[in-house]
């Protein structure tokens, strides 16, 4: 078959993409049907600026979600190697298609002669898993170490600063470099990492609904029992696999049985995972240390002290609410720096296997021959840079909406 013109590419790439379109057809129409009862999230479609973010970020959300474990978008297998279509340019035909099988390569074949397309697409899916979750996880550990720094201060504040700054002092790379080395690896320390980072999501929620219901023990009691319960299982389903916590050559330190281990997270994600936490908590604790420090002094946390109520209510009830739209902008922020760091570690070859579809990874091994063939190595990078671009404009369309409440 004739390779594909520039013009069929694009056709035959935006009908491949039909679900991704159809979801934020939805998504939009919902949004702004019902932007005035939605509150900060509804004024975002108020800004021009925010809703082109939005649209770039939600874009390779659905695209990562409907591309990875749903398989509608991609149209070849990722990892598999097809005869003839090695560096071959976007639009290529296979040489002799089995049947049902996807008759061209619509981004062109890498160096493996794997589809390029659908590498990006699945690379989508690995950014949308880690880059999320890990600084939800940071912000758990800054905001739970964070607050009590701000509101008592003291000697406290001093111990846990020293211990932020002492980590941000550390060159970043030469961090990770440390932390997924192999040596590293083996001695289970990022394990030991997983099960510390790991557990302030419980902490949180626990001092959270405690600080709440404090006075009414009959609902106190078995939701805290239920919440504990829940997120206990999760916690040590994270930080178990294969039945163990740690697994070094010397020792095993046993964690959940398979049979009631709800999954298991493979070794190069969770070392990435861990690092990525470790590395963004110190920051997110200096901006919250900051705005409780500010906060603690309005009129309405001294009201709260004078009802009688307890630092972690007013530190969780009082402070952390009004400071809820400088966190909500740099959490967006920070999920375009974790992006970032999740492509350096995969273009370094950090962490994640060698045969990654993460765009870090595919990005290395398009630029070797970056000269002769362009389009392995640009496409991850246009697909990064997008994603972090509408990470940025969805934090600046927040903080334009934020700064009118």
């Known amino acids: 078959m004739e390779p594909l013109t520039w013009g069929e590419i694009f056709v035959r790439v935006v009908l491949q993409l039909t679900p991704v379109w159809i979801a934020l057809v939805v998504i939009f129409a919902l949004s702004i049907t019902f932007k005035r009862r939605l509150g900060l999230y509804g004024k975002l479609f108020d800004s021009t600026v925010g809703m082109i973010g939005f649209g770039l970020v939600m874009f390779w959300v659905f695209a990562g979600i409907l591309g990875g474990p749903l398989d509608m978008i991609v149209t070849h297998d990722p990892?598999?190697?097809?005869?003839?279509?090695?560096?071959?340019?976007?639009?290529?035909?296979?040489?002799?298609?089995?049947?049902?099988?996807?008759?061209?390569?619509?981004?062109?074949?890498?160096?493996?002669?794997?589809?390029?397309?659908?590498?990006?697409?699945?690379?989508?899916?690995?950014?949308?898993?880690?880059?999320?979750?890990?600084?939800?996880?940071?912000?758990?550990?800054?905001?739970?170490?964070?607050?009590?720094?701000?509101?008592?201060?003291?000697?406290?504040?001093?111990?846990?600063?020293?211990?932020?700054?002492?980590?941000?002092?550390?060159?970043?790379?030469?961090?990770?470099?440390?932390?997924?080395?192999?040596?590293?690896?083996?001695?289970?320390?990022?394990?030991?990492?997983a099960l510390f980072l790991f557990v302030f999501p419980l902490v949180f929620a626990t001092i959270l609904l405690n600080s709440r219901y404090h006075t009414q023990p009959k609902v106190r009691t078995p939701l805290l029992i239920a919440v504990i319960g829940l997120l206990g299982w999760l916690y040590l389903s994270l930080v178990s696999t294969n039945g163990a916590v740690v697994a070094t050559p010397d020792y095993r330190i046993v964690g959940l049985p398979t049979f009631v281990d709800l999954f298991d997270i493979d070794p190069g994600i969770l070392v990435v995972f861990v690092s990525v936490v470790f590395v963004n908590s110190p920051t997110v604790f200096r901006i919250v240390r900051g705005l409780a420090m500010d906060i603690k002094t309005r009129d309405y946390v001294a009201a709260a002290q004078t009802r009688g109520e307890g630092p972690w209510y007013i530190m969780l009830w009082e402070i952390l609410p009004n400071a809820r739209g400088p966190l909500i902008v740099d959490f967006c922020l920070r999920i375009g720096y974790t992006t970032i760091l999740l492509g350096t570690l995969g273009f370094f070859g950090l962490g994640l296997a060698s045969e990654s579809p993460d765009w870090g990874t595919t990005i290395n091994s398009g630029r070797q021959l970056l000269r002769a063939f362009v389009h392995p190595a640009v496409v991850p990078a246009v697909a990064l840079l997008t994603m972090v671009l509408g990470l940025n404009l969805l934090a600046d369309g927040l903080r334009e909406e934020s700064l009118r409440d």
Do not use: C, H
């Not at 509101?151 to 970043?172: H, K, Q």
């Open 79 to 193: 990892l598999s190697q097809i005869s003839g279509m090695k560096n071959k340019p976007p639009g290529t035909a296979l040489l002799s298609p089995d049947e049902g099988q996807y008759e061209y390569f619509l981004l062109g074949g890498d160096n493996l002669a794997r589809d390029v397309f659908s590498r990006v697409i699945k690379g989508a899916w690995i950014v949308v898993q880690i880059a999320p979750m890990a600084t939800l996880f940071a912000f758990m550990v800054g905001i739970t170490l964070g607050l009590p720094a701000g509101y008592y201060g003291g000697r406290l504040d001093t111990v846990l600063s020293f211990l932020a700054n002492l980590i941000l002092a550390f060159p970043v790379i030469l961090l990770f470099y440390l932390l997924v080395t192999p040596e590293i690896v083996l001695t289970g320390i990022p394990n030991y990492m």
